[in-house]
């Protein structure tokens, strides 16, 4: 079993509409979930960072971390056409080591 | 500027030549990381390094080598290339202070071996 496990899409959808993007994860010890965005031809960038459980909001953006089902979540409300790109979760553990999901690509519509 | 500077971005090489693909960061972070990335499988970690001559291996490490002689440094080495070998390369520099954790990649760098 991978240790972070996302649905690598592709997702489509209209402009304006809500988005939500999920992984689950079976290592009960991770404590820092983040979410970073790739653009075609970049490298990930930071998102969205979430220490233990709980909501952050930050403009479109909402990242859950649900620990007791081992599932976070990302909210992308007013989705626009530049939100275009791979949404990558992931996790840090032990030794600072990260482990990502494999990737969503999301495609919003003008 | 928050950097990390990977090079070079294209490469295109023969099986059986030696590359290095060199990675700079510009934050001070003691932590770097190498990452390979192909289409379902997301980013593996390769090689990662806690430390400047501290390095250990990550999840696919066969075929390559790394080395961290100065903090800022952390180059990739593909002694002998193969063509399973071909694939989009991250270095990334990682700030682990406190509660606070990110990740900075570079621009990526991608590999063809023929």
């Known amino acids: 079993q991978k240790e972070v496990e996302q649905d690598p899409g592709p997702l489509s959808v209209p402009e304006g509409a809500i988005v939500s993007l999920n992984c689950t994860y079976s290592?009960?010890?991770?404590?820092?979930f983040m979410w970073y965005r790739q653009y075609s031809r970049k490298g990930p960038e930071l998102l969205m960072y979430?220490?233990?459980?709980g909501n952050k909001e930050d403009g479109r953006f909402t990242a859950q971390v649900d620990k007791s089902s081992k599932y976070i979540s990302l909210f992308i409300r007013d989705s626009q056409p530049s939100d275009s790109a791979t949404y990558l979760c992931?996790?840090?553990?032990?030794?600072?080591?990260?482990?990502f999901g494999s990737g969503t690509k999301l495609n919003v519509k003008p | 500027e928050a950097q990390v500077t990977q090079n070079p971005r294209y490469l295109i090489t023969v099986t059986g030549k030696k590359l290095t693909v060199t990675c700079s960061q510009n934050?001070?972070?003691?932590?770097m990381s190498w990452y390979r990335q192909d289409p379902g499988l997301g980013l593996r970690q390769i090689y990662y390094?806690?430390?400047?001559?501290?390095?250990d291996k990550g999840d696919v490490p066969e075929g390559y080598k790394v080395s961290r002689k100065e903090k800022r440094n952390f180059p990739l080495i593909l002694e002998s290339p193969s063509p399973n070998q071909t694939s989009l390369y991250f270095c990334?520099?990682?700030?682990?202070?406190?509660?606070?954790?990110?990740?900075?990649f570079g621009q990526g760098t991608r590999l063809t071996v023929v």
């Open positions: 990334a520099s990682i700030h682990t202070g406190g509660r606070n954790t990110e990740a900075f």
């Open positions: 992931a996790m840090r553990g032990n030794f600072n080591k990260f482990y």
């Open positions: 934050m001070n972070h003691e932590y």
């Open positions: 290592n009960s010890a991770f404590q820092y």
């Open positions: 390094s806690m430390n400047v001559e501290v390095t």
């Open positions: 979430t220490y233990s459980s």
